[in-house]
């Protein structure tokens, strides 16, 4: 899994960059077709966080997540949370489909 992290009106620290990777290994552990993960990170104002990701999955069409929070690390932690859901979602999709 590849893994593209942006900022918009933020700095992106080490930190931050530690805690997108380690909620996203959590995600690849449940599906091994992520192919490409691009997260954006942004400050719509100082109360407003916001955590968005587009997931392309090998053979689904990409998934689109964003959450906000006050706090930045909340809203990866939400927006993960919600990825998650998506994706094993689909994986049961595709093993239901498949028979």
């Known amino acids: 899994m590849q893994l593209n992290i942006a900022g918009k ?3 992106l620290t ?3 960059k530690k805690h997108v990777e380690e909620q996203f290994h959590l995600l690849s552990e449940h599906f091994d077709k992520i192919g490409h993960v691009r ?3 942004e400050v719509l104002n100082p109360h407003t966080h916001r955590a968005e ?3 392309n999955m090998v053979p689904a069409h990409p998934i689109h997540v964003s959450a906000d929070s006050h706090d ?3 809203a990866i932690t939400e ?3 919600k990825a998650n859901r998506l994706v094993i979602a689909h994986k049961e999709q595709m093993r239901n489909h498949r028979g």
Do not use: E
Request: net charge negative.
């Open 39 to 41: 997260v954006v990170l």
């Open 72 to 74: 930045m690390y909340s």
């Open 79 to 81: 927006m993960t949370r």
């Open 9 to 11: 009106h933020l700095d």
């Open 14 to 16: 080490d930190a931050l």
């Open 53 to 55: 990701c587009t997931i």
